[in-house]
């Protein structure tokens, strides 16, 4: 440090200055300089979360208990087993972890604690959205937001065709398999991102820019006139902003792995993408045809 | 209990009751409205047959209520077992229009062939609706019996909508 200073003081010209700028500055951007930190409190290590640490979609047959076919005629849809083993997991590292505790979780500032975790395996954000059929609409909502609220989690958006929900990652299997079983289910699609090259990158960022605002600070500390303080206070700055904006990154991805989203549409797949491969339009034009609406849409009488 | 089409419960007369006694001896095609039906429903009490030949029904009905029984005949052609049909309008319905498929069932019709009913519900202007469709295939034709109205009213009338549907006969 002294010897920076030093550098600093001797220099006369703006190209001196400039070189040990550009001296601290790397150290910001020198990802492998640290080693790796745990994950934050309250980010759940998953373990191996079996079928979900692939993205899954299928369209879903009828209703397990009027039919036990599960068929699909879809390439996707064989993804999907009756006995839901499809979505099978291992117990993440966190299950008895209190949803209090996970809401509460403050990513930025990581506890050494959580170190064994993080060697466990990837870090997972885990997503669901469910096409749900449109029949009793408000009650279903009610349903579903009812099972976010029992399982810790809550009520992220609703409108009249969807409703979003949050809820603790170890409760995500247990959160789709009940909302399952509120509505009929036209298709489902699962999946889980694997963000643990970027939470690793995002802490050693920050933990370098922590190091280099220190020496800011320290150089802040030793300026002898204003011309100096000024170009300190300037990268201070700086380096501050870069520090805040990594913090948000850490503390928003914490937040996507604690607890997982889960979207339920209430309107058939087909209108959403078009390109759906279980929609299949038969050649038979009285199929399209039945419907609530043709069956009550009476004539007049003479 | 069903009765025919069309019978008024007006003041009994000596007449009245000779033209009910012999329209009810009718055979019950006459109940269709419309020529060429391969089928019979007769419609609940108090349900009325509605006029409308050259219609996607072969038989329509009305409550006062708006509970509707309809009766739609299609040539099996190229034919298709009764699994295919079910199949195809099991999955128009769920998966392009959003119907829940609530439950399904066997069903035998009063003439004897096997079909299968599937009970639908979706929201319409925003409340609750049942949608019945039940599936008859023979060498010829597809029957599909539809039965739908707004969820409470078309409960009040299930057991009726039930008892004709069991009386359903193909010729």
Redesign the interface.
């Known amino acids: 440090m002294s010897e920076t200073w030093m550098r600093w003081k001797s220099s006369r010209g703006s190209a001196v200055r400039g070189q040990a700028l550009l001296f601290v500055l790397a150290l910001v951007g020198c990802g492998g300089a640290s080693a790796y930190a745990p994950p934050p409190s309250g980010v759940t290590r998953a373990e191996s979360y079996g079928g979900y640490a692939e993205a899954e979609s299928a369209?879903m047959a009828?209703?397990a208990s009027?039919?036990a076919d599960f068929e699909s005629d879809s390439v996707a849809g064989e993804l999907a087993r009756p006995d839901g083993a499809m979505i099978a997991q291992a117990a993440p590292a966190a299950q008895g972890a209190a949803p209090a505790a996970q809401g509460a979780a403050t990513p930025a500032t990581p506890p050494r604690a959580a170190a064994d975790d993080a060697q466990r395996g990837p870090l997972l954000i885990y997503q669901a959205t469910l096409h749900?059929?449109?029949?009793?609409?408000e009650a279903t909502q009610r349903s579903v937001i009812a099972v976010a609220q029992e399982l810790g989690g809550f009520l992220a958006r609703q409108s009249d065709q969807q409703v979003v929900i949050r809820v603790p990652a170890p409760k995500f299997r247990d959160a789709l398999a009940r909302i399952e079983e509120t509505?009929?289910v036209?298709?489902r699609n699962v999946e889980a991102l694997d963000v643990s090259e970027e939470f690793r990158d995002v802490q050693i960022r920050l933990r370098n820019a922590e190091v280099v605002r220190d020496r800011l600070a320290a150089l802040m500390a030793q300026a002898r006139n204003v011309e100096e303080a000024l170009a300190v206070q300037n990268e201070l700055e700086r380096i501050t902003g870069v520090i805040e904006q990594l913090k948000g990154r850490l503390q928003f991805l914490g937040d996507r792995i604690a607890f997982s989203t889960i979207t339920v549409f209430?309107?058939?797949?087909?209108?959403a993408t078009t390109d759906?491969p279980?929609?299949?339009r038969?050649p038979?034009p009285?199929?399209?045809?039945?419907?609530?609406?043709?069956?009550?849409n009476?004539?007049y009488?003479? | 209990m069903n009765r025919p089409f069309r019978l008024r419960s007006t003041a009994p007369s000596l007449t009245r009751v000779a033209l009910t006694a012999a329209l009810a001896a009718l055979p019950l095609t006459s109940l269709a409205g419309c020529g060429g039906t391969a089928s019979h429903l007769a419609a609940p009490t108090n349900f009325l047959e509605l006029d409308e030949p050259g219609e996607s029904y072969a038989q329509r009905a009305t409550s006062a209520e708006g509970v509707v029984l309809a009766v739609r005949e299609v040539e099996n052609e190229p034919y298709g077992p009764l699994a295919f049909w079910v199949e195809a309008i099991k999955r128009r319905m769920r998966n392009v229009r959003g119907y829940a498929l609530v439950e399904e069932r066997d069903v035998r019709a009063a003439s004897g062939e096997a079909g299968k009913q599937l009970r639908f519900g979706h929201d319409e202007a925003g409340g609750p609706y049942h949608f019945w469709l039940t599936i008859f295939v023979t060498d010829d034709y597809v029957f599909v019996v539809e039965a739908g109205g707004k969820k409470d009213l078309f409960e009040t009338a299930q057991p009726e909508i039930e008892r004709a549907l069991a009386a359903y006969r193909i010729d």
Request: net charge negative.
């Open positions: 369209p009828a209703p009027m039919s749900l059929s449109v029949f009793e609409v509505g009929d036209l298709h209430f309107q058939p797949a087909a209108t759906q279980d929609v299949f038969l038979f009285w199929l399209d045809e039945l419907s609530l609406r043709s069956l009550l009476l004539p009488q003479d």
